[in-house]
């Protein structure tokens, strides 16, 4: 069954620290897809990043990076330096075929409070 | 600014009564999907929709039911409403030709109080 688990509920780090977010996924299809939407305080949802399983190769840019393992079903999310701006609710994803059309499933989401 | 469009920003109705959200694609997007929030459960997926035609079902109570019309904007109507309900309702769509890999634009989300 598809599944998306973020076991971090909340992180609470200082301003310029490093933090990673955690995403594990289960799926049947080879065939999927995996993102990282992030919800601000003003709550709208936004698209940050995809990755497609055939394309293991890690992507960074500017201060986010993200590392995706197929052999542990992984794909993770590192904010560098921190900033008070990242404060919000990020979200793993995954989106397989389903019955004639997509379906995307999200995880719990992992709460980031950046302080200054 | 997404460019999806959901009306009312929020709506607070009692229970038992029925409730119709509206959302508007961005232009040129064919999918609409409809995913409830809340705190326990978290984003969950209802229905997705492609060019007037359901395409995949969630967790969507028999209670609701969803339509997209020809001029593509989409309806969630949630009838004989509970207090469970309440939650905030994000309608999305997704550029055409993608498929699997079309990222979600979300609109602002439709805040239901039911009291």
């Known amino acids: 069954a598809q599944k998306v688990t973020q076991a971090q509920t909340e992180i609470s780090v200082v301003e310029k620290e490093d933090v990673t977010l955690d995403c594990v996924y289960e799926?049947?299809?080879?065939?999927?897809?995996l993102f990282w939407y992030k919800q601000p305080p003003s709550g709208e949802l936004v698209f940050l990043i995809r990755r497609n399983s055939f394309d293991e190769q890690n992507e960074i840019s500017g201060r986010y990076s993200w590392n995706f393992q197929k052999s542990t079903s992984s794909f993770n999310f590192t904010i560098t330096a921190s900033q008070v701006v990242d404060s919000a609710v990020y979200f793993c994803?995954?989106?397989?075929?389903?019955?004639?059309?997509?379906?995307?499933?999200f995880g719990a989401g992992t709460r980031l409070f950046v302080k200054a | 600014d997404s460019g999806v469009t959901q009306t009312p920003k929020h709506l607070i109705t009692a229970t038992g009564q029925r409730v119709t959200l509206r959302c508007s694609p961005r232009s040129g997007d064919l999918s609409v999907y409809w995913y409830q929030q809340s705190l326990d459960q978290g984003l969950q997926f209802l229905i997705q929709y492609y060019n007037g035609e359901e395409r995949a079902k969630g967790n969507i109570l028999e209670r609701f039911s969803a339509q997209q019309f020809p001029d593509l904007h989409s309806e969630l109507n949630l009838s004989s409403l509970e207090l469970g309900d309440s939650a905030l309702y994000f309608c999305?769509?997704?550029?055409?030709?993608?498929?699997?890999?079309?990222?979600?634009?979300f609109g602002e989300g439709s805040r239901l109080t039911v009291l």
């Open positions: 994803a995954l989106s397989e075929a389903h019955t004639g059309g997509f379906k995307t499933i």
């Open positions: 999305a769509s997704s550029p055409p030709g993608q498929g699997l890999a079309g990222e979600l634009f």
């Open positions: 799926t049947r299809d080879t065939t999927y897809y």
